[in-house]
């Protein structure tokens, strides 16, 4: 027990110094300029390609240790690298130095009667505390949009992914270090003990500004319950599409068969697909032919089920499901007003499509949809950060503060107020 | 005890109908146009003139049972409302109606290259919670705030200005009927039962997406600790002047006396002053004396200590403190790096000045300082949202995530991406 004691006592002054480290590495971050952040990234990459092999042994290592503790094979495929999966957190980096850089950016600025300039100028947040799961690259990932952004960050991945982790936070490190830029900016926490999440979830003494869990829906629940500091994260992605009346029929079948077929388990598949009704004589046999013959179970309302044999009855519940699966819930609504009021009462606000070639329509549908992302005559499978153009992605926001949809490194930032005078005082 | 169960069933079945209200209000005003929203305004600042007697009467009420229980003066004249006082808010929520409009703002856009066009929108966040104390203008600013933004708000004021309150609100009912948007969209609490204090930090079966806490220390902290939905708050405003060694003399001495003394109750107040030790020999004496003749008490370090025996010694504990009084630490540093640390090391993050003449020293402050508000040559008492041009104001934000420093009408919305494509499908 003295000893577990100890252990613990060492761990917890270990947590201590990496939160101080960070909070120091994240003043460095904010004070280096465009160059010099930039430069840390395309060596952080060249690192990651330079410690290919390292990276790769640790992951065999993982996944040996994994599968002899019995890991399912989705889990492997989640904590499996491929070669070319290295090759590919490289390129995410390298990406990610290019893309413009979010701090410092004057978003407004204004002069009052008096004189005073006001600007409100992009800053880094701080420092941001990621927890995740089994995947490798997310330690890639989430180092190079902290750094863009010139944020400190503080890993803490899943315990069957130490190995690969710990091998990519090396390469990371030594690429800050040869940019001059504190290796300190992205810590790995030293072991997966259950105690460092709850240490996280409290602030890590005022050192993590902001938590973003990244992971299944057990794990966002907890951040979201014990987290005394704000969090982005995503929870859930009950996606749809609406088919217009005005659809073009083809674009209809393309756009409804890859927002719920492309992948099944991402959370902007589509759940539930709408047909207008004024539309559904020509438009619903097609849909419904197109998800049945690709394999998908069609969960119909009444109508719906009159068009093949082959679909089942919807029930209420069906209607607030994130099947993540090849399943999909079918409804006759009355146009787009019928659409946007389903969505309003049974979505999660992530992510919905109309499919018109009526404006109009499409403006209503967009404007009335109070979701992160709306989209018209395009796949829901685009809610994606890579897809919106934010190279290595960070994850999805389902709150409506501070951060909706993807969060790239914008959302990685705050911002402040620049007041400049020239001797102004408050009547 | 059947009796109060049956009263707290009441309560608690009118708090759900008012947040079910609070939603569906909410959609109109999103669904409003801007025009409809400012009719709204004017109407809403016309009726609360038009009501001006009624306003009065039930402040006088308030008044009256609030001195029968014993308030304080200070107490009392928070809840005071001058005849003036209503023409104030009249004349507020007017200044509101002619601010931009932050609703619908394309923020930025771009195009991907599978020819998507992306937009990121800003749209009204929803339902905003208000949990206030005695200042019944708070009921007419943050109404006007709101549904400006296009959000709907459930207000809980405090119970000695319960009479006050529910005066403006039915003024502002008024207004919003008139430009045919749902009354429900500004709402008062029934009474000032603290359960519902608790239901509103719950987010009241999830219609309440943010809470904005105003009032003293112990409601903030409480709000901050129970809270399941977001806050926007304000905590701590330890606020610094530092002047450096190429300040203009004069302009140094009004902005720090204006940044200390012109209301020392305010959170902008200035609690530290900071001297360049380059500059001390001729500029902290004017300084340390014109706070002293002001009636300002100066808890000064070795070397502020020497200037006038009226200086009191600090103690660590004094760089920490937000006096909200006549009181002012002073500390000679090495200049404005001293400065950046000894603020980085007990500032509040809130607002911070630097009197200079160099441009340079002058960045190196704005870039650094990591405040909500950074001025030169101006005084920290502008922290101030009609200061910078936001009409009425909602309070001070001190966290880092979604808004900081004063919250306007801007803070108040959130953003959507508007996705607009030709048929795009996910490879």
């Not at 160059?35 to 390609?49: D, I, W």
């Not at 389902?398 to 951060?403: E, I, N, P, S």
Request: aromatic share 4%.
């Amino acid at each position: 027990m003295s000893a577990a004691h100890d252990e613990r006592d060492e761990l917890g002054e270990a947590l201590q110094h990496m939160g101080a480290a960070a909070r120091a590495s994240a003043r460095s971050l904010a004070r280096a300029d465009k160059a010099q952040r930039a430069t840390a990234l395309h060596a952080m990459s060249k690192a990651v390609l330079a410690h290919k092999d390292e990276i790769l042994e640790a992951n065999a290592r993982d996944m040996e240790a994994a599968l002899n503790a019995g890991a399912s094979p989705a889990f492997a495929d989640r904590l499996k690298l491929a070669p070319g999966s290295v090759d590919a957190m490289a390129s995410g980096i390298e990406t990610v130095a290019w893309l413009p850089d979010p701090v410092g950016l004057v978003e407004d600025e204004w002069v009052r009667p008096n004189g005073l300039k006001i600007a409100r100028v992009r800053v880094p947040i701080g420092v941001i505390g990621i927890i995740y799961e089994s995947r490798p690259n997310v330690t890639a990932d989430a180092a190079a949009l902290c750094v863009k952004s010139g944020n400190a960050a503080i890993l803490r991945g899943g315990s069957e992914a130490m190995g690969s982790a710990r091998a990519i936070r090396t390469a990371i490190a030594e690429g800050l270090e040869r940019a001059d830029l504190p290796p300190e900016a992205v810590q790995l926490v030293p072991t997966s003990d259950r105690m460092i999440v709850g240490r996280m979830l409290a602030g890590l003494d005022g050192t993590i500004d902001v938590i973003i869990p990244r992971g299944g829906k057990s794990l966002i629940a907890r951040v979201q319950k014990d987290a005394r500091v704000p969090v982005l994260a995503h929870l859930d992605g009950n996606c749809h599409v609406y088919v217009d009346k005005a659809a073009d029929p083809k674009k209809a079948v393309e756009i409804v068969l890859n927002s719920k077929m492309r992948r099944v388990s991402v959370c902007g598949a589509a759940e539930t697909l709408l047909v207008d009704a004024a539309g559904a004589g020509h438009l619903l046999r097609p849909l419904v032919v197109a998800l049945l013959d690709a394999g998908c179970e069609v969960r119909g309302d009444r109508i719906t089920q009159t068009i093949d044999p082959r679909v089942e009855g919807a029930v209420d519940d069906d209607w607030y499901t994130e099947f993540l699966d090849a399943i999909i819930a079918v409804k006759i609504v009355d146009g787009v007003e019928g659409a946007v009021k389903h969505i309003a009462k049974y979505g999660s606000s992530h992510t919905d499509s109309i499919v018109t070639e009526d404006k109009l329509a499409a403006e209503i549908f967009l404007r009335e949809v109070d979701s992160a992302v709306v989209l018209h005559n395009a796949s829901t499978q685009f809610a994606d950060g890579a897809e919106f153009g934010f190279g290595a992605e960070i994850g999805i926001a389902t709150g409506r503060l501070h951060a909706r949809g993807p969060v790239g490194a914008r959302e990685l930032t705050t911002f402040k107020y620049v007041v400049k005078g020239d001797g102004q005082t408050r009547p």
